[in-house]
Each structure stands twice: as C-alpha cells, then as structure tokens.
C-alpha cells in the first residue's frame, strides 16, 4: 500500500487481508516493528480515538512520532490555493508543509475537515489532497472532507469480529443533532458497506441526501459486490437490520448557512435511536456509532448501554486496523 485515502480506493481482496491481519492482532498477535521510522501525525480538528489509537500503534511497532496541530499555538495557517498572493492570514503553503514533513518522516497522517463555507470548495478535499500531492511519502487520511477511511476499516473489522455475514443488512441512520456535522463518516460507512457486499440501506429524511459523486461510486460498488443500495424516509426500512449505524450529518441544501441549516434541522428533533427503533430493527440488530456521540440526542442511554451495543468494539478496532495499514505500507516501502 502507498498511502490510504479512500477504502474504495483499495482492492477489496487487500481490505479483506488487513480486516483478517486487525484480527489478528486483535487476538494478540505482536505488531511488527520498524525501528528508525517516524510516523507524523497533523490534526486540524479535534480527536480523541484517532490521536490515542495512532500513538498507541506508533510505540507499539517501534515508530518515533511527529505529533502536531493546527489552530493557535500549533502549525502555521496553511494556503491550498496555486498561484495566490498569499497576503491574508495563511503564512506557510502547502507544498512547503507537506515537502518539509515528508523529509523528517516516513508516513504522514493528516486530519482536516471541511471549511464548511462552500461545497465546491470543500469537496476537492483542498488540505488532505494537498499533502498527498507534495509529502512525497505515503499519506494516510485521520479523515477529510470526504472520507474517514481508518474508521470505515475499523468498523468491516467490527463486522467479522460478529461473524455478521458479507449479505446481511446494514441500515445507515441519520440522526438529530444539535450541529450540522461532516460528511466523511457517512460517506466512508456507505462505501465500505457496499464493497462488503451487504445489503445497504440509508435512512435519512429527505433533503438530507449524501454527495451524489459519492452515492454513484457507492452504487458501483454495491454493483461490484453483489450489494444493494436503497434510500428511504420511513422507520420500516430498518427491519430486518443486522447493523443499525447512527449519523448525523449537515443538509448539502444548506451548505454554508448555518442558521437556516438549523431551522431546517430543527423540526427533526425525534430522528434518534431510540428502542422503539432497535425493535423496529429486529432481534438481531447490533447498534454502531463512530464515536464521540452525543446521548439521549442521537441515541438513548438504553440502546448504546444495552448488549446490543458495539461501539467499544469498534472504538478499541481503530487500533487493531491501523497498525494493519502501517505494516502494509511500510512493508512496501522497505521492499523497493
Ligand atoms: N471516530 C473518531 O474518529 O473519533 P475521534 O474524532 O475522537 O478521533
């Protein structure tokens, strides 16, 4: 592997071989160590999961670690634009960044979400893309814009962890929430799903449809896999559900104005995981959810307290998964 961006990007015989080789791991295996190597790790945006299960990987495979942020007190502003007068806040383009951090280590993780002011900026995914196209090392995507791709990885982990069948039915659920948040997870968990093959359905109330770039690509690969996709407004899609997976994400009708995103939102207060809605699901539906989630507003205490719930397992596979995508790519790179 050369970096990870996107999972769809990946051929899904090597997804399946790092989900067994998380597995793996999960039951103990020892991480392989690459002493001397350096691993950097740049967040724009707050994490909990991603920054521990990162440094937890790193010092168990033997990596020195760059560990930086942005905002005050952290890396500079950074300028995506080609050719601008860089007069305004930003004091450091990314081609300097990005060239400058690729000597000192040998992969590069990045976080950086949406700016949030327009989509047709946003969705060239201007940062992450950036130091993809000028680190000159692997770059591994912390999630973008677009796409969370160590979560989506975690979560197909999770999924053979429960011995849940490639075909079985996967319910992608919008939920309520008092902000209007990111597209990434959503669209990773769809993808993924779809090059798993299973049975994908998006509940979602209308006007809250995912980029139409990304339904097309998760449409080819349900196509590709044997999968299906569907997109519905009512609670009976859930029937039958092996995974019921909780998201918020803001209306791409509103993007870029927030106060009448709210206004738009605001009416849809009763969008939450509740029992109701497990039992709706069926007896065998297990409750997912990336993490941070904010309870009794996208799902009840009983349903992610309940035995139904794998968030922990999923939480503790971000772990298990990346040092699967750290070997890979530097088992590569030690190879040419
Ligand atoms: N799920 C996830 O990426 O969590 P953090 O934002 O806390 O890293």
């Not at 634009?81 to 806040?89: A, L």
């Not at 997976?245 to 207060?269: F, H, I, M, T």
């Not at 009983?302 to 035995?307: A, N, P, R, T, Y």
């Amino acid at each position: 592997m050369n970096g990870l961006y996107h999972l769809a990007e990946i051929p899904t015989p090597i997804v399946e071989r790092l989900v067994a080789r998380a597995l793996e791991l999960r039951l103990g295996a020892p991480a392989k160590r690459f002493p001397g190597r350096a691993l950097g790790l740049l967040f724009f945006n707050p994490s909990l999961r991603t920054q521990a299960s990162f440094q937890r990987a790193g010092g168990k495979m033997g990596l020195d670690l760059v560990q930086l942020s942005g905002g005050a007190g952290g890396v500079w502003g950074i300028e995506t634009r080609e050719g601008v007068v860089m007069d305004s806040t930003n004091a450091e383009h990314v081609r300097e960044a990005a060239g400058v951090l690729g000597r000192f280590v040998d992969i590069l993780a990045v976080r950086a979400f949406a700016q949030g002011l327009d989509i047709d900026v946003d969705r060239a995914d201007p940062l992450l893309n950036g130091f993809r196209r000028y680190a000159g090392v692997p770059v591994i995507n912390m999630e973008s814009v677009l796409y969370h791709p160590c979560q989506a990885l975690a979560d197909w982990t999770t999924m053979n962890q429960l011995e849940i069948p490639r075909k079985a039915k996967f319910v992608l659920t919008w939920a309520w929430h008092p902000k209007s948040l990111p597209l990434a997870v959503p669209h990773s968990t769809l993808t993924m799903a779809a090059q798993r093959g299973m049975e994908v359905v998006v509940h979602r109330p209308k006007g809250f449809d995912l980029l139409p770039s990304v339904m097309e690509d998760v449409e080819r690969l349900a196509a590709a896999s044997g999968g299906s996709i569907t997109v519905s407004d009512k609670l009976d899609s859930l029937h039958g559900a092996d995974v019921v997976y909780a998201k918020s994400w803001g209306s791409l009708d509103y993007y870029g104005k927030p106060v009448a995103e709210a206004q738009n939102r605001a009416p849809l207060r009763s969008w939450q995981v509740t029992r109701k809605w497990m039992e709706a699901a069926g007896p065998r539906a297990r409750f997912f959810h990336c993490l941070p989630v904010r309870r009794n507003v996208v799902v009840a205490d009983e349903v992610i307290d309940s035995s139904a719930s794998s968030v922990l397992e999923q939480a503790e596979n971000r772990l298990h998964a990346q040092i699967a995508v750290l070997e890979s790519i530097l088992e590569s790179r030690k190879a040419k």
